[in-house]
């Protein structure tokens, strides 16, 4: 797993086109698992603060609960209609891996939480960050994990 921190240093590029796409608008979606094991998926908001991907929950939200039993994520950025030049289209950004909450008041205050409140906080230690995009014909796939680092993929 790596920081947000750590993406930047390794492939900056990358990095920044997709916090540029994450970054399109507030709201992204965010997929947990359930206690049954099936999906659960959710509205949440994403934050790129001091080296890392953070979100927050209400006190008592089925995600905050999902995510307390099994740390496994995937946020996927806010979806745009691609414009009639497909190649104009932004892309899509994704980032999975799993969070750590964390429980400091001194820290959840300094990320929206209330003091004394039992707002949940987490932070995201990626495993793999993805952004696809339009070029020409095809359809291009790049990712990063830790241990493989950059990966394209093209297809027609």
Do not use: C
Not at 91 to 116: C, F, N, Q, R, S
Not at 125 to 139: K, N, P, W
């Amino acid at each position: 797993m790596a920081s947000w921190q750590e993406i930047e240093k390794a492939v900056p590029d990358f990095a920044a086109r997709v916090l540029a796409v994450m970054g399109t608008g507030k709201h992204k979606t965010m997929a947990t698992l359930r206690r049954d094991g099936s999906p659960r998926i959710s509205g949440t908001e994403v934050e790129f603060k001091d080296g890392e991907a953070w979100l927050g929950s209400m006190p008592g939200a089925m995600k905050a609960l999902d995510l307390r039993r099994d740390p496994r994520i995937a946020v996927h950025s806010p979806s745009a209609d691609p414009p009639e030049n497909p190649d104009a289209w932004q892309g899509d950004a994704k980032l999975a891996g799993h969070v750590v909450e964390i429980t400091d008041p001194e820290v959840i205050a300094g990320y929206g939480g209330p003091p004394g409140s039992s707002f949940h906080l987490f932070r995201i230690d990626i495993g793999e960050a993805v952004l696809t995009h339009v070029e020409g014909d095809e359809l291009v796939i790049t990712s990063w994990t830790p241990g493989r680092g950059l990966r394209e993929i093209r297809r027609k």
